[in-house]
Every structure is written in structure tokens, then in C-alpha cells.
């Protein structure tokens, strides 16, 4: 049981599990806002279902892990440039990532007054369907990852599953927050082009240091936290004053 909980294998299961965290955390804004498309009594169980799908994934790439290593092996190059089927997978997967955040950002600036329309369009199982395309790109890349760090695999389920557990338990709270915070949406679609440039960068054999996507990242965050803030005393100033003058 000792060799279990050895120094090395609890600074790699602490840091898979803020790697999963991370990673979460873009399933948990993605889905919210795919989500956020559908009727709002249909939102709470899109976003179990995503979460739910992306544990399965995760679990399902993990225990074919062998099968997962050899995605790393060239099939073909271009113009010198050699291609993995994971290098094309995260590819694909930034492509996608960059058009539908383009697109909800066009929603959301120029479709305000088409929401039913946009509701009819969008049915359940589409929803569903992309969140297991971008739950794949996440896992694939993440179990990728694991997999160069550890030999335990039961570090790598571990880590999984807390993750899950965080998913689970906060993306209610995180869908209602960007629902009524339309700059958060907008900021918050803004990151995941930002995190689809990266897997095309990451596709191509150029690695962007994560740490400076997630300083940029914080960064906004700081920003919006502010201007909330300012927005909110005004609003409160406003409310204060009409209250006086009544």
C-alpha cells in the first residue's frame, strides 16, 4: 500500500487531476453554452448527459491506451511537416472548435432577435452530438498527456474521476452564471477560439507554452471581474438615486 502513495505518485496524480480540472473547465463552458441553445427544460440534462459522455470517453481512451500511444506515429507528411492521426484529430477538433465559437458569437451579437428560430434549429441530440466531438479532442489530448507522465493507470482514473465529480457538481451553477452574464459568454467563447488556435498549433508540431494561454486567460478574467464590479455599483447608484427621488 506504501509504494501506492509514494511522493512521485502524488505529485503526478495532483498535477493530472488540475490538468483534468483545466480541461474541465472548457467541457463545463462549452457545454453550458451548447446548452443554453435548447429549452430551458432540457439544459440541466444536456449538461449531465455531455459530462456524462465526456467521463466515458476519458475512461474508454484510457483503458485502450496502447491503441492511443500509436496516434502519435507519422502516417504522412506534407511539404516536410510529418501528420499523426492525433495530430490531425486535434486539428480537426481546433477547426471546429474556432467555426462553432464564431458562430454562437454571431448569435449572440446579431441573432438576439431570432431566438425562437435559433431554438427550432437546434435540436437535442445535435447539442449532444457536438459536445462528444469536442469531449473526444479534449480526452484524446489529455489522456495523451497522462500518458507520457505516468505508469499507474490507476493514477490516470483517479484523476478522471475528480475531475468528473468538479463537473458534475459545478456546471449547473457555471451554465446559469454565463447565461445571464452576456460579456462572460462572449469572453468565454473568446477562450475557446483561443484554445482551438492552440490544438491547430499543437496539430502542426508548433507547442504553445499552456502557461501563457492561461495567463492571457486570467488576465481577461481579472478584467471582466472588474468591470462587473463597476457595473454593479453603477446599477446600485442608479437604484439608489431613483429610490431617493421616489
Known amino acids: 500500500m506504501e509504494s501506492l502513495f ?14 483534468e480540472l483545466v480541461l474541465g473547465i472548457d467541457n463545463i463552458i462549452f457545454i453550458s ?4 441553445r435548447l429549452p430551458p427544460e432540457q439544459r440541466s440534462r ?3 448527459l455531455g459530462i456524462a459522455g465526456a467521463a466515458i470517453t476519458r475512461l474508454v481512451l484510457l483503458f485502450t491506451i496502447v491503441w492511443i500511444t500509436r496516434l502519435t506515429y507519422p502516417v504522412f507528411e506534407l511539404f516536410g511537416q510529418p501528420f499523426s492521426w492525433r495530430d490531425l484529430i486535434l486539428i480537426g477538433g481546433g477547426l471546429f472548435l474556432i467555426a462553432k465559437a464564431t458562430l454562437e458569437i454571431h448569435h449572440k451579437v446579431e441573432g438576439a432577435g431570432q431566438g425562437g428560430l435559433a ?4 435540436s437535442f441530440a445535435g447539442v449532444i452530438a457536438q459536445i462528444m466531438v469536442l469531449d473526444i479532442v479534449f480526452s484524446l489530448d489529455s489522456i495523451i498527456t497522462a500518458v507520457g507522465m505516468v505508469d499507474e493507470r490507476w493514477v490516470m482514473v483517479t484523476a478522471i474521476v475528480i475531475s468528473i465529480a468538479f463537473m458534475l457538481a459545478f456546471a ?3 451554465g446559469v452564471f ?6 462572460v459568454k462572449v469572453l468565454a467563447l473568446a477562450f475557446l477560439i483561443m484554445i482551438g488556435l492552440v490544438l491547430i498549433a499543437d496539430g502542426f508540431g508548433l507547442h504553445i507554452p499552456k502557461g501563457y494561454v492561461y495567463t492571457a ?3 481577461s478574467v481579472f478584467v471582466e471581474a472588474i468591470n462587473m464590479w463597476i457595473r454593479s455599483r453603477e446599477k446600485k447608484a442608479v437604484e439608489a438615486a431613483r429610490a431617493g427621488n421616489g
Open 172 to 174: 449547473g451553477p457555471i
Open 33 to 36: 453554452i451548447l446548452a443554453g
Open 178 to 183: 454565463v447565461e445571464k452574464h452576456p460579456t
Open 6 to 19: 509514494t511522493p512521485e505518485i502524488l505529485i503526478a496524480l495532483a498535477t493530472l487531476t488540475a490538468l
Open 46 to 48: 444536456a449538461r449531465h
Open 217 to 219: 486567460m486570467a488576465f
Open 119 to 122: 431554438r427550432a434549429a437546434t
